[in-house]
């Protein structure tokens, strides 16, 4: 039985492998592999992390495709500076300000360019069995005495029970990049252990083994993200100390832990973040780290309305998408408000503007309109703009040129609200013809009024009310006429971000044009062309109590 072990293992150490594959690294029936026997039967040879991220960026430039769906505005730029990286071999220091999709692209990365490689079911520093030493298999699957040749570790002592009472039979899972992803946020409170490990008191109790038997060893964050990726978000909050733990991984793939006289090589790509007033050569970063993150790669806030859009319709979590509908008009409207106060001369340009306010106001306008339309009267929720005024508690950014107060970054916002407002609406109002303004005016100056609020609906149905703005519409048939064809035009645009989306991978189920809309994209519209008519030259319209429409 020992001999047929041992010719099996050696057999499968010595042969080349005998498989074709489908990523790098990975047997095209994989999943069928499911025992340390499979493996050995087919002579797996594992790939390294630098190799699989490597060949399989070349894979996808190959065959033309993204090889980070879901990162948007950064083909020109982030992109193919992350790809030189990668074909590089860089660790990598992404700079940025908040909100720029930094981890998201550390993510990214480990989900479409690492391949699934085999574990020991039940290790959490995922390990390979095949990279424990031959004769040192031999004894694990015999059940004979290790004779370690050098100081290094291959797998877990738990890897080794399991192996032991498992042999040929020891489970294999098949583990994904996404799953040997893994994110430090830095803060004050990480120690030197969090990150290498640490001698475990509790293990040297209860399984009486000696203080530096690596069966006294618990894994740190380096170790865990064994054969992965480590995303260190915040960098230069980690104090020097700690930052000095990552120099010999950095340098030389390996790190030792206190006095323990074992060598570890996690096989890990590191990714770091910062922001850009902490990035310099003497301020929290210290050089030699500085040095060995060899790639540094500036990132930047979404430079198009449309790019500001995409990650909104891409990002934003909606609860119930089917019985929601984001019109164009309204995701570009935050996407300008965001874009805007970026720009604006009050608010701090170094602290940034996070897109996360643009996602999380869209989210705020759509549980906005829920609250009071959508629950109430069992109807689709569409924002309008009368509900963009609930953004206030989603938008965060700090005041530079003026005292940072509450009031004074509400009155900031609100004149940037009414900016984007007057921007969008006058884009549409401008497709109309002169003499179509004109017969507008001429409805309402035959004294009439149109009243806008939340709580009315689009179409009132068979309860219709004369204040659903159908009814009002009906009074004022040039201004439906203009909302109609209007409608046309923004189911144009609204296809054409569909087709974008699509092409991106996003789900597009909160932005079709579906046809039981219930009156109330109708009603959304017509608040476009309202405001629209505001702020013509001259005005056409005038707005009183925040609610009424009626001849300026």
């Known amino acids: 039985m020992s001999s047929r072990i041992q010719e099996t293992v050696h057999r499968s150490y010595t042969s080349k492998p005998k498989y074709s594959e489908i990523m790098s690294g990975v047997p095209e029936d994989y999943e069928q592999i499911r025992t340390l026997g499979d493996l050995l039967n087919i002579s797996y040879r594992y790939v390294t992390v630098q190799e699989q991220m490597r060949s399989n960026l070349i894979a996808k430039l190959k065959k033309g495709e993204h090889p980070f769906p879901g990162i948007i505005g950064y083909d020109d730029d982030v992109v193919p500076a992350i790809n030189r990286a990668i074909l590089s071999g860089h660790d990598m220091l992404l700079v940025g300000q908040i909100g720029q999709a930094k981890t998201k692209i550390a993510e990214a990365i480990a989900q479409n360019l690492l391949s699934p490689i085999p574990i020991v079911r039940g290790t959490i520093t995922s390990d390979i069995p095949i990279l424990i030493p031959e004769d040192e298999l031999i004894a694990l699957l015999t059940d004979t005495e290790i004779s370690r040749t050098k100081p290094e570790f291959m797998v877990s002592p738990e890897c080794e029970d399991i192996i032991r009472a498992n042999k040929f039979e020891t489970k294999i899972d098949w583990v994904s990049g996404a799953d040997r992803y893994k994110y430090i946020l830095s803060t004050p409170d990480i120690s030197v252990k969090d990150l290498v490990g640490q001698i475990d008191a509790i293990k040297i109790a209860k399984k009486g083994v000696e203080l530096y038997n690596i069966e006294s060893y618990s894994a740190g964050q380096l170790l865990q993200a064994r054969h992965g990726i480590l995303c260190i978000d915040e960098l230069p909050v980690l104090d020097p100390r700690k930052q000095v733990s990552l120099l010999s991984v950095l340098q030389e793939g390996k790190f ?103 996602v999380h106001s869209m989210e705020m306008v759509v549980g906005e309109a829920e609250r009071t339309r959508s629950i109430m009267y069992g109807i689709k929720a569409i924002p309008r703009f009368c509900d963009m005024h ?163």
């Open 256 to 358: 030792t832990t206190g006095a323990y006289p074992i060598v570890f090589k996690p096989d890990v790509r590191i990714i770091a973040t910062a922001n850009p007033i902490d990035y310099t050569h003497s301020g929290k970063i210290i050089e030699p780290l500085f040095d060995r993150l060899r790639s540094h790669i500036d990132t930047h806030y979404p430079k198009t309305v449309e790019d500001e859009m995409l990650i909104i319709v891409q990002e934003a979590k909606i609860a119930d998408a089917k019985e929601v509908m984001l019109p164009v008009f309204m995701i570009k409207t935050i996407a300008k408000i965001t874009q805007m106060t970026r720009m604006h001369h009050d608010v701090n340009h170094d602290k940034g503007v996070s897109v996360r306010m643009s």
């Open 390 to 552: 609930c953004i206030h508690q989603s938008s965060k950014f700090e005041l530079a040129e003026m005292e940072d107060t509450r009031q004074n970054r509400k009155n900031v916002l609100d004149s940037i609200i009414e900016s984007a407002l007057k921007e969008v609406s006058l884009e549409y109002i401008q497709k109309l013809a002169p003499e179509q303004l004109t017969k507008v005016k001429n409805d309402f100056a035959k004294n009439k009024t149109f009243q806008v609020s939340q709580t009315i609906v689009g179409d009132g149905g068979s309860k219709k009310v004369n204040s659903d703005y159908e009814s009002q519409l009906s009074k004022f048939p040039a201004l439906k006429q203009a909302v109609k064809e209007t409608i046309a035009r923004v189911q144009e645009e609204q296809k054409h971000l569909i087709e974008q989306a699509l092409q991106l991978g996003i789900k597009t189920d909160n932005i079709l044009l579906g046809e039981a809309l219930n009156g109330e994209f109708t009603a959304s519209m017509t608040e476009v062309i309202l405001e629209g008519l505001r702020h013509t030259q001259p005005p056409l319209l005038d707005k009183k109590d925040n609610n009424v429409y009626d001849l300026a």
